[in-house]
C-alpha cells in the first residue's frame, strides 16, 4: 500500500516564506516525477512545479524566482521552498507522486497517487 501525505501549510503575512514538504511511502518500487498542485478558492488545481527523479525542475511563470522544489531521493521525499508569498498563493497545496508499487509494476508508466493537500493562507 502506498501513502502520500503533505506537511508544512499554515498562515503567513504577504512576503514571508513557507516550507512544505510530501512524502511517499509504502511498497514503492520506483518513484518517478513529483509535482506540487495549487487549488485557490474557487478554482480547480493548477500545476506549480514539478522535479524528475533525475532531479530536472519546471515552474508555472508565476512562481519563478519565487519558490524552489527539490526532493531527497533516499526519503522519498519532495519539498517545496515557498518564498516571496503573495495572497494569492493562498490556497491547498496538493502533492502528486507518479510511482511504480511493487505490487503493480506492470504498469511501467507509473501511476499517480494524490495527498489530502495542506492549506496555505496568505494574508496581505
Known amino acids: 500500500q502506498v501513502h502520500v501525505v503533505e506537511f508544512g501549510g499554515g498562515l503567513v503575512q504577504a512576503g514571508g516564506s513557507l516550507r512544505l514538504s510530501c512524502t511517499a511511502s509504502g511498497t514503492i518500487f520506483r518513484l518517478n516525477t513529483m509535482a506540487w498542485y495549487h487549488r485557490a478558492p474557487g478554482e480547480t488545481h493548477k500545476l506549480v512545479a514539478s522535479?524528475?527523479?533525475?532531479?530536472?525542475?519546471d515552474y508555472v511563470d508565476s512562481v519563478k524566482g519565487r519558490f524552489i522544489i527539490s526532493r531527497d531521493n533516499a526519503k522519498n521525499t519532495m519539498y517545496m521552498q515557498m518564498n516571496s508569498l503573495r495572497p494569492e498563493d493562498t490556497g491547498v497545496y496538493y502533492c502528486?507522486?507518479?510511482?511504480?508499487?511493487?505490487?503493480?509494476?506492470?504498469?511501467?508508466?507509473?501511476?499517480?497517487?494524490w495527498g489530502k493537500g495542506t492549506l496555505v493562507n496568505v494574508s496581505s
Open positions: 522535479i524528475t527523479s533525475d532531479g530536472i525542475t
Open positions: 502528486n507522486a507518479n510511482l511504480i508499487p511493487i505490487a503493480q509494476m506492470e504498469y511501467t508508466g507509473g501511476l499517480d497517487y
